[in-house]
């Protein structure tokens, strides 16, 4: 349920290139009130060098060292698996 500001991995695992993330759980875009249309669709995607890309289900590649990457605001339970 973490939300990431713009950033590049650093730290453990220095000298790897490329990660896969994918996101599982019920989420959904947050409004202007803060709340989830349905809970489902939009919301809580990945975005890379200012692209959103929807990882909900759906697995990501992409080189986290070198590119700056942050997560979409979301409501509702998220889990994301990175490796």
């Known amino acids: 349920n973490a939300e990431f500001t713009p950033h590049v991995d650093n730290g453990r695992g220095q000298g790897q290139s ?8 019920k989420f959904g875009q947050k409004s202007v009130a803060g709340r989830s249309s349905d809970g489902g669709g939009g919301g809580g995607g990945l975005f890379v060098e200012g692209t959103a890309y929807d990882i ?13 990457h942050w997560t979409e605001p979301f409501v ?5 698996l990175v490796w």
């Open 18 to 25: 490329l990660s896969m993330i994918v996101a599982l759980g």
């Open 76 to 80: 509702g339970e998220r889990f994301s």
């Open 56 to 68: 909900r289900y759906n697995p990501l590649v992409f080189d986290g060292w070198r590119q700056r």
